[in-house]
């Protein structure tokens, strides 16, 4: 059974940066499409950024273009999200979820394994 843990958020001013890891335990992630989640309080989770398993093709929201990278590293079994010029409207938790039935959606009920989430909060 795949389980995901993220790690990495925190408090950061606007402008900052930050960079949230994905480890799997039970697995390994090569042949999971990852999706970078998020939910910030009385909204919806939405999808902020995927990557496929296969060609590492890659999604952004456009709300994050040019901000966030999403990249795996499948010597490390890690997928990491780095978010930088970050604004107040970032502010989420942010959660990773895995698929290993094709390639990246935003649909999140199409992702099997989700993590308990990291919280990030930018803020002055």
């Known amino acids: 059974q795949l389980q995901l843990v993220e790690s990495g958020g925190g408090l950061v001013q606007p402008g900052g940066s930050l960079r949230l890891s994905c480890v799997p335990s039970?697995?390994?992630?090569?042949?999971?499409?990852i999706g970078w989640f998020r939910q910030a309080p009385g909204k919806e989770r939405e999808g902020v950024s995927c990557?496929?398993?296969?060609?590492?093709?890659?999604y952004y929201v456009d709300s994050v273009k040019g901000r966030f990278t999403i990249s795996r590293d499948n010597a490390k079994n890690t997928v990491y999200l780095q978010m930088d010029s970050l604004k107040p409207e970032d502010t989420a938790v942010y959660y990773c979820?895995?698929?290993?039935?094709?390639?990246?959606?935003?649909?999140?009920?199409?992702?099997?394994?989700w993590g308990q989430g990291t919280q990030v909060t930018v803020s002055s």
């Open positions: 990557i496929s398993p296969i060609d590492g093709s890659t």
């Open positions: 979820a895995a698929r290993n039935v094709g390639s990246w959606t935003t649909n999140r009920y199409l992702y099997d394994y």
């Open positions: 039970g697995a390994t992630l090569d042949y999971y499409a």
